[in-house]
């Protein structure tokens, strides 16, 4: 059920109810090469989020759009500093937890690389304000359920656009950064430069990680169905 769909009495009841998981999907805005919007992040994990909770009977809530995306300066980035982002998220588990909502009942979805060394860090921040027998939210990035290698604005993230969205322009689509042949050592050294401030365009100068010219809709399809699926059973164990 989306948060859009609620109204205070039914959401206080499904709350005290304590049945209900609810979904904090988290995105970001940041470049995705010339052929996909820099909402992407925010726009799968807000479809594979909705997808989730139907298939769950969830609550999903607003998707939390901005994130930390300082890897891709000088490109398009709008980024929230680490503390900041803590911050709010913080206080909205605040408030659900002064709703009496066990935070081990919240699962907030990553759909962002960028955002995950906060979101790591986000339990012993939470420690600080919340006591243990609250429990803690669990934290998944969509991208861990799925075989396929990710990437950025390649095959992967531009079929999974293609199969939501029909704001992807194909024509604009370059293949980017290429690792495969590449020694360990070296991609070792590019995957380290890629996270760090402004690194990303440094080893992928297009934006482009991958080689998005040969995604489907398709693809995307078959990606999404694998992820959700296997997020479900993760969530039902
Ligand atoms: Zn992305």
Known sequence: MDANELYDPEFRKLIKSKKSTIIIPVGSIEQHGAHLPITTDSDI????????????????????????????????????????????????????GKMSVNLSSVIILNGHHGNLEALKKLPTYLKKHFAPHE????????????????????????????????????????????????????KK?????????????????????GDPTGATKKDGEKFLAEIVRNLAKECQS
């Not at 999903?60 to 680490?82: A, N, Q």
């Not at 079929?159 to 689509?173: G, P, Q």
């Not at 401030?197 to 100068?205: H, R």
Request: aromatic letters at 12%.
């Open 189 to 209: 050294r590019i995957n380290k430069l890629s996270t760090q401030p402004g690194g990303f365009p440094k080893v992928a100068k297009n934006g482009v990680w």
């Open 45 to 96: 994990v807000t479809e594979i989020a909705s997808r989730l909770a139907k298939k769950c009977g969830f609550i999903v809530f607003p998707t939390i759009s901005y994130g930390l995306s300082f890897e891709h300066e000088p490109l398009s980035s709008i980024s929230i500093r680490d503390v900041d982002y803590r911050s709010f998220l913080d206080d909205i588990l605040w408030s659900l």
């Open 135 to 186: 429990g803690m939210p669990k934290c998944y990035s969509y991208w861990h359920f799925m075989k396929h290698e990710f990437d950025h604005a390649g095959f992967v993230e531009t079929s999974l656009m293609l199969a939501i969205s029909d704001k992807v322009k194909m024509k604009k689509a370059k293949k980017g950064l290429i690792t495969k042949g590449l020694s360990e050592k070296e």
